[in-house]
Every structure is written in structure tokens, then in C-alpha cells.
């Protein structure tokens, strides 16, 4: 298989991730490696609202980049066991490289694999406690995975109570696509983040039983994490509050 090539740029003080175009594929800010710089990966670290961390958990990692999420996740909550699939070596070699992100260890294990295939793998069915899904090629018209079979792969690798975050892209006809195949996988069990600057949508995702929860108790939530870690959180509830029909007086799904 061919692989697309691997770039870089610098402006600014950020260093940029590109699979050989002008788009960007990922960013770190030179003076701070270990800040999560570009907003819609900030919010792909959401499942901590409703996840408490603990020994044991485990969290797969579907697409590498920089290695934003990797070295947050590495820094900030070290009872979590890492799985990072990336199918190009170079890009592998790049977070480490380029972008500093740490060498597997006893907490991070990356695996050089088709996202597709790994979702499908029997050995992780009911596996992880979070998934992130973070996976785009050169083109970046839309998630390089995104057919019903993926996401219920998706829905199979998560735990009996489990949160997906998936990075979709707003402004292309796969947006919908996409969300109605996740709605579909997880009956419909979806949250969306008010669009970012960079048309990115991430959407929160939901196995397990209902959940019902006050706005205030995820805004105290969301001001914890951003005490313990620096993650800009502050308007996390109060965008999803407003971005999701049927929320308004509190959380239900």
C-alpha cells in the first residue's frame, strides 16, 4: 500500500503536521510540546466529563497525527493504558521525532494497523473504556473511515459503558454521512461540539446505560479538568448545551 508522504512546516512558533499538501493533518506550539494546541483536539479529550480515570482503564487511540492527544493522556492521567493505531510508519516516526511524543511503555502501546481492521479484531471486543477516532488523509474531505461497519466496530471495542469521540468535518457531504452512521451504530446516542474555527466537528458518543446529568454538574466537571490539567474547558457545557436540540434544562441521553 502506498503511503502519503509526510511534511512539516513551521510559523509563528507551531510546527504543522502535513501528508504532503498545504492542509494540516496536526500542530504543536514549540515553546509548550505537551499543550493540545488546535481546539477541536482539545475537545476529543471530552470523554474525561464522564469518565472518571482510574487504574486499569484502557483507551484506543485511532490515528496518531502529532501525538497531541498521546503525550496529554501520557502527562495527565497516568492510570490510563494507551493503544494508538496508526497504519503509516512515517507518521509514527514523526509524533516522536518531530513532535515529541514518547516512546511505547508500559502505559502506551502503538500499533502499526488498518483502523478499519483493528476494530474488527475479536481480542479487543469490550476492551476500551474511551475511544478516540482521529483519522483523515491528504485529501481531509472527510474521516477516511466512515462506513456503518466501522462505527459498530467502533461500538464493539467499547466496553458495556464506554464514550467515542470522532473528529468530523463540517462543511463536506461525508458530515452527514458519517453522523447518521454513528447514530445508527449507537442509537443515536450523539452529542456535537459547536463547530470550530478549522470546520471540525467532534462529536461525544455513548454506550452503556441512559445518562442523566445537570449542565452545572458538568460545568463543576469541566472547571476540575481544566484545574488538574490546563485544558481549556471552560466553555465545553455551555457549547453543548446549546448545540444539541432537547438539552436545555439538562444532560439526557
Not at 2 to 15: A, I, K, N, W, Y
Not at 47 to 69: C, D, I, N, S, V
Not at 146 to 154: A, H, K, N, Q, W
Not at 204 to 210: A, L, Q, R, W
Request: charged share 20%; aromatic share 10%; glycine share 6%.
Amino acid at each position: 500500500m502506498l503511503m502519503e508522504p509526510v511534511t512539516f512546516s513551521e510559523s509563528g512558533g507551531v510546527r504543522y503536521l502535513h501528508f504532503g499538501t498545504e492542509l494540516i493533518q496536526g500542530a504543536m506550539r514549540l515553546r509548550d510540546p505537551d499543550e493540545i494546541y488546535l481546539e477541536y483536539n482539545q475537545q476529543m479529550m471530552a470523554w474525561l466529563l464522564f469518565l472518571e480515570t482510574k487504574p486499569g482503564m484502557k483507551l484506543a487511540q485511532l490515528g496518531l497525527g502529532t501525538g497531541a492527544l498521546t503525550k496529554f493522556t501520557h502527562r495527565h492521567c497516568p492510570a490510563v493504558k494507551t493503544t494508538v493505531i496508526e497504519l503509516n510508519p512515517a507518521v509514527i516516526v514523526s509524533a516522536r521525532s518531530m513532535f515529541y511524543t514518547p516512546e511505547d511503555d508500559r502505559r502506551l502501546n502503538t500499533l502499526q494497523v488498518d483502523a478499519k481492521k483493528f476494530v474488527e479484531d475479536s481480542q479487543y471486543q469490550h476492551y476500551f473504556d474511551a475511544v478516540q477516532v482521529d483519522l483523515y488523509d491528504a485529501i481531509c474531505d472527510g474521516p477516511s473511515a466512515s462506513s456503518l461497519d466501522f462505527y459498530r466496530g467502533c461500538h464493539n471495542i467499547l466496553k458495556d459503558t464506554g464514550v467515542l469521540t470522532v473528529n468530523l468535518f463540517s462543511r463536506h457531504k461525508s458530515f452527514n454521512l458519517n453522523l447518521q452512521n454513528i447514530c445508527d451504530a449507537f442509537e443515536n446516542r450523539v452529542l456535537l461540539f459547536p463547530e470550530s474555527h478549522d470546520c471540525n466537528v467532534v462529536a461525544i458518543v455513548f454506550k452503556g446505560p441512559p445518562l442523566n446529568v445537570e449542565w452545572k454538574d458538568i460545568s463543576r466537571r469541566a472547571k476540575l479538568i481544566m484545574d488538574k490539567t490546563g485544558l481549556p474547558t471552560q466553555t465545553w457545557a455551555s457549547g453543548l448545551n446549546r448545540e444539541n436540540a432537547r438539552q436545555e434544562t439538562s444532560l439526557s441521553i
